[in-house]
C-alpha cells in the first residue's frame, strides 16, 4: 500500500517549507517533494509602481540577501534608463556585493550548518543548535559573529544600513565611498583573511568525518550554471551566463544574461509556489542545473586573486569533473567568503573607488530591462517592462532558490532512498532531509530564520487519508 | 574601554505598540544628549546575536520592550542577569537575558542591565503607538534617564576623562 511522510516546517533555512516522501507498495521510496508553502507575490504586487521604486520594494524580499535583489532591480533599471553608470559607481556596487557574500556565506555557515558539521548529525537535537555550537566552540561561534559583522560593516557603511539599504539606484548608487569608511574596511580585512583561512583548515580537516554524506547529499548528474567574467573566472556582479553539463562541457557560453530566455525556461508545479526553472534546449524536467558556490566554481575557470583561486585548484581536484555533491556547496561558500575578501581589498586599494561621479541620470528611453547578479545562493534574474511614463508593467524574477528546485527535490529523493529504513520514521533521516536541503542554503523569504529545534511533525499517511505513523519532535 | 552606557531599543514599529521599545530609545537619546549623558542608542527589530559583540563596550544596559504581560500603558523596570539559553530555537525570540548570556560565554563580560517593559495591546499593523502606550513614552525616559544619572555619574567621569 503506497504511504507517503511529510515533513513540516524544515528548520534552519530561511521561509516556510515542507517535505513529502511517498512510499511504494513495498514501503521503498518512490518519490520525494519539496514544496515551498508560502506565498509572496512581488511580481503582481510591483505592477503599477514606478521602476525606480523596484530597488527599494525588491529589497523586501528578504532579510539576508537584499542587496543582491536590490542590485539586480538596479541593473534592470539601468537598461530602462539606456544609460551606462559611472565606473566608481560599477566598483562599490561589486563592493557592496562583497560585503553581502561575506555576511550572508558566514550566516549558512556558522550559524545555520556548522552545528551539524561540528556536533555531527546525529547528536542530540536539544544541542545541535546555536547554543550548542558555542558551547563546544566557542571559538568558532566568535569568528562566525565577527565574519558576519565585517561583512556586514561594508553593506553598512556604503548604505547607512545593515539591512534594506536604500543606497543601490537606478543609475548607479546615491553615495559616494567616503576615504574614512574605506579605511575602515580595509583595517578590518586582516582579520577577516585570518578568520576565513582558519576556517577553511577546520572544514578541510572534518571534511573526512562526513564521506557518507558527500556520497549521498545531493550527488548526482546535473548541469551548472554561474556568471564569469570575460575571461571566464569566477564574476558575482557583472559578466555572463556560463551552463556547463555533468561532464564539465561548456555548452553556452559568454551569454548576455540579458538573453536568459532562451536558455531558461520555467515550469510551475501545483504542489510548491517556487518555480521549477530549467534548461530551455534540454526541456523539462531534464534541463536540470545547480546554481549557488558549488556551481559557481565548477562553471568558472578560476579566480583572479591568487588566494581563492589556490583554494579553487584544490576544490576542483576532489573530483575529475565538476564536484557534483551539494554538500561541497559548505566547502565553496568559504572559498567565495575568501574570494569576496581578496576582491574587497582590490577594489578598496583602486584610487577610482573614491570618485564622487556615481550616478547617471536619465528617463525612461527603453521599456524593458534585465538586471542578472550572483546572489549568495546563485543567480538572480529581475525582468521588467513599463510604460512611456515609467510605471511597472510587468515583472518576472528568477530568485537563486527556484534555479535550485528540481535539484532540491532530487537531492531530498536522493537522502531519502538512503537513510530511510522501510516505513520506520528515524531521527537519522529528518537530521539529513534537512541538512541537504540546508546545503543549499535555499532562501524561501526572510519571513522565519529558525536556527535551531523547532517542532517537526512527521506524518504517515495512507492512500485512504488515515494515519499509519506519525511522530513530533520539538 | 568601558564607559558608554547603551540603550537597546528593540520590536516592530510597523505592528503598533510592538514599536514601543524603538520609540522610547529614540526619546532616551534625545534627552541623554541634552542633558550630556554618555548613552549610546540601539534599535533592532530583533535582539540576534548578532548584537553580542557590539554591547561589548559598555558597562550598563537598559533594554527596552513592549510585552502583554502588564497593564496597558504600564512600565516595568527589572535588572535581568544572563540567563541559560537553552534550545536557542529562533534567532527571532532572543531575551535579552540569553544574549547576555552569550555574551558571557563567548566574551566573558556583559554589561549591568535593566529591562523597561511596556505594556502594549495594539500589535495590529500600524505605525502609530496606541493612545496609552503613547502617554507612558515621557514616564519611561524619566525613569530611564534616573536611572543613568545615578548608575552612569561614574561613568560620566571617565567618559569625560576620556573622549575616544
Not at chain 1, 571559538?139 to 547607512?160: D, M, P, T
Not at chain 1, 536619465?362 to 521599456?367: C, F, I, R
Not at chain 1, 532531509?433 to 511533525?457: N, W
Request: a negative charge; one cysteine or more; hydrophobic letters at 40%.
Amino acid at each position: 500500500m503506497a504511504r507517503e511522510f511529510i515533513i513540516e516546517p524544515i528548520t534552519r533555512i530561511e521561509g516556510h517549507g515542507k517535505v513529502t516522501i511517498y512510499l511504494d507498495d513495498n514501503d521503498q521510496v518512490k518519490d520525494a517533494r519539496f514544496a515551498v508553502t508560502q506565498f509572496r507575490g512581488f511580481e503582481k504586487f510591483v505592477e503599477g509602481r514606478p521602476f525606480t521604486e523596484m530597488p527599494s520594494i525588491v529589497e523586501r524580499i528578504c532579510g539576508i540577501c537584499p542587496v543582491s535583489h536590490s542590485l539586480a532591480a538596479s541593473k534592470a533599471c539601468d537598461f530602462i534608463l539606456g544609460v551606462k553608470i559611472p565606473k566608481a559607481a560599477a566598483k562599490i556596487r561589486r563592493l557592496l556585493n562583497c560585503g553581502e557574500f561575506i555576511q550572508s556565506h558566514a550566516l549558512s555557515f556558522f550559524y545555520l550548518s556548522c552545528p551539524d558539521l561540528l556536533l555531527g548529525f546525529d547528536s542530540d537535537p536539544a544541542t545541535r543548535n546555536i547554543a550548542g555550537l558555542i558551547s563546544a566552540n566557542p571559538q568558532l561561534a566568535r569568528n562566525g559573529i565577527r565574519l558576519r559583522q565585517i561583512g556586514g560593516h561594508i553593506v553598512e557603511w556604503l548604505g547607512k544600513k545593515r539591512v534594506h539599504p536604500a543606497w543601490v539606484v537606478p543609475g548607479g548608487v546615491n553615495e559616494p565611498l567616503s576615504s574614512e569608511h574605506r579605511d575602515m574596511m580595509l583595517a578590518e580585512i586582516p582579520e577577516a583573511m585570518d578568520i576565513i583561512q582558519n576556517t577553511l583548515t577546520f572544514f578541510k580537516r572534518i571534511m573526512e568525518d562526513y564521506r557518507k554524506e558527500i556520497r549521498t547529499f545531493g550527488n548526482f548528474p546535473s548541469m551548472f550554471l554561474g556568471l564569469v567574467d570575460a575571461a571566464g573566472n569566477w564574476e558575482i556582479t557583472d559578466g555572463f551566463l556560463r551552463f556547463i553539463d555533468s561532464k564539465d562541457n561548456i555548452v553556452a557560453d559568454m551569454v548576455e544574461p540579458a538573453r536568459y530566455k532562451e536558455f531558461i525556461g520555467e515550469a510551475v508545479e501545483e504542489f510548491s509556489y517556487l518555480k521549477s526553472p530549467y534548461y530551455k534546449p534540454l526541456g523539462y524536467p531534464d534541463g536540470m542545473y545547480r546554481v549557488g558556490p558549488a556551481a559557481r566554481l565548477n562553471v568558472c575557470g578560476g579566480f583572479s586573486t591568487p588566494l581563492a583561486n589556490l583554494e579553487w585548484t584544490e576544490f576542483r581536484d576532489l573530483e575529475r569533473g565538476p564536484v557534483l555533491s551539494s554538500f561541497h556547496n559548505h566547502y565553496a561558500r568559504l572559498i567565495e567568503i575568501l574570494g569576496a575578501i581578496e576582491l574587497e581589498e582590490l577594489l578598496l586599494k583602486d584610487p577610482e573607488i573614491l570618485d564622487t561621479h556615481i550616478r547617471a541620470f536619465a528617463s525612461v528611453n527603453e521599456y524593458e530591462g534585465i538586471g542578472c547578479v550572483e546572489a549568495p545562493r546563485g543567480t538572480l534574474f529581475h525582468h521588467y517592462k513599463v510604460d512611456k511614463t515609467g510605471l511597472m508593467q510587468w515583472a518576472n524574477m528568477i530568485v537563486a532558490t527556484g534555479n535550485n528546485n528540481l535539484a532540491l527535490n532530487h537531492s531530498v529523493l536522493q537522502v531519502a532512498r538512503h537513510y530511510m529504513s522501510g516505513a520506520k520514521i528515524t531521527e537519522s533521516m529528518i537530521n539529513r532531509v534537512e541538512a541537504v536541503i540546508r546545503a543549499y542554503d535555499p532562501c524561501l523569504s526572510c519571513s522565519t530564520h529558525a536556527f535551531g529545534q523547532m517542532p517537526i511533525k512527521i506524518t504517515l499517511v495512507k492512500p485512504d487519508g488515515t494515519i499509519a505513523d506519525e511522530a513530533v519532535r520539538g | 574601554m568601558k564607559h558608554f552606557i547603551a540603550v537597546v531599543g528593540y520590536g516592530n514599529p510597523t505592528r503598533s505598540d510592538d514599536g514601543a521599545g524603538i520609540a522610547a530609545a529614540e526619546l532616551i537619546g534625545k534627552a541623554a544628549e541634552a542633558e550630556g549623558l554618555p548613552v549610546k542608542i540601539f534599535q533592532y527589530h530583533q535582539l540576534t546575536i548578532d548584537a553580542a559583540p557590539l554591547l561589548l563596550d559598555y558597562k550598563f544596559a537598559i533594554f527596552l520592550d513592549s510585552g502583554i504581560n502588564i497593564p496597558h500603558g504600564s512600565i516595568l523596570f527589572n535588572r535581568i542577569e544572563s540567563e541559560d539559553y537553552g534550545a536557542l530555537s529562533l534567532s527571532h525570540h532572543l531575551k535579552p537575558q540569553q544574549l547576555l548570556m552569550i555574551m558571557d560565554t563567548l566574551f566573558g563580560s556583559s554589561p549591568e542591565s535593566f529591562l523597561c517593559t511596556i505594556g502594549g495591546r495594539d500589535f495590529d499593523f500600524g505605525n502609530t503607538l496606541s493612545d496609552k502606550v503613547a502617554a507612558t513614552l515621557p514616564e519611561v525616559v524619566n525613569a530611564s534617564l534616573e536611572i543613568i544619572s545615578q548608575t552612569g555619574s561614574a561613568y560620566r567621569s571617565v567618559f569625560v576623562q576620556t573622549p575616544n
